[in-house]
T-cell receptor, first 116, second 112 residues
Framework: AQSVTQLDSQVPVFEEAPVELRCNYS??????LFWYVQYPNQGLQLLLK??????LVKGINGFEAEFNKSQTSFHLRKPSVHISDTAEYFC??????????????FGQGTRLTINP | KAGVTQTPRYLIKTRGQQVTLSCSPI?????VSWYQQTPGQGLQFLFE???????NKGNFPGRFSGRQFSNSRSEMNVSTLELGDSALYLC???????????FGQGTRLTVV
């Protein structure tokens, strides 16, 4: 079974400052890793994903994440945040199963608040 | 290309009633998954359907059920509603063999 821990429930940051949202996972099998963003009263939008290959993954809206297998981490970073980045961010993992069976396990979420 | 469409967006039901939520996946996507999102439990996997067959099931009581039609549209049903079933229900679709899932905007169910 897989599990995901997002280490911070809330992260306040000033506009144009850098931010890192932390995510650790555990799994006994190889996994795919994802970061999703959720704006108020909306569904989830995929920011980026790690399936294999390069451990540094670039996503939309200037976000990037680094897969660290030895530390079982997949932290999300942005060098300079904007007010519009205020949202809830979810780290998720799915087992690398045959047929691409979809069963995402999510962390509890990190609420990112950008202050002017 | 249209995204994942969930209907209705909002729903208010009374305890003891049953409810059916609908999800139309992205054209060509045959895998549909359902998730429940609550402030206390976060995002939890309900079940996944592929080609009208349930492939995965989460840890929810039997009051929660689903099905998928030949056109890949999916419905989930909750019977004998409880106050604790109030949540945002999210549907996601994906291509066969793909790891990436695309989410709809969700149906917010309120049980009173």
């Amino acid at each position: 079974a897989q599990s995901v821990t997002q280490l911070d429930s809330q992260v306040p940051v000033f506009e144009e400052a850098p931010v890192e949202l932390r995510c650790n996972y555990s799994s006994s099998v190889s996994v795919y890793l994802f970061w999703y963003v959720q704006y108020p009263n909306q569904g989830l939008q995929l920011l980026l994903k790690y399936l294999s290959g390069s451990t540094l993954v670039k996503g939309i809206n200037g976000f990037e994440a680094e897969f660290n297998k030895s530390q079982t981490s997949f932290h999300l970073r942005k060098p300079s945040v904007h007010i519009s980045d205020t949202a809830e961010y979810f780290c998720a993992v799915s087992a690398n199963l045959i047929q691409g069976a979809q069963k995402l396990v999510f962390g509890q979420g990190t609420r990112l608040t950008i202050n002017p | 290309k249209a995204g994942v469409t969930q209907t209705p967006r909002y729903l208010i039901k009374t305890r003891g009633q049953q409810v059916t939520l609908s999800c139309s996946p992205i054209s060509g996507h045959r895998s549909v998954s359902w998730y429940q999102q609550t402030p206390g439990q976060g995002l939890q996997f309900l079940f996944e359907y592929f080609s009208e067959t349930q492939r995965n099931k989460g840890n929810f009581p039997g009051r929660f059920s689903g099905r998928q039609f030949s056109n890949s549209r999916s419905e989930m049903n909750v019977s004998t509603l409880e106050l604790g079933d109030s949540a945002l229900y999210l549907c996601a679709s994906s291509l066969r063999g793909a790891a990436e899932a695309f989410f709809g905007q969700g149906t917010r169910l309120t049980v009173v």
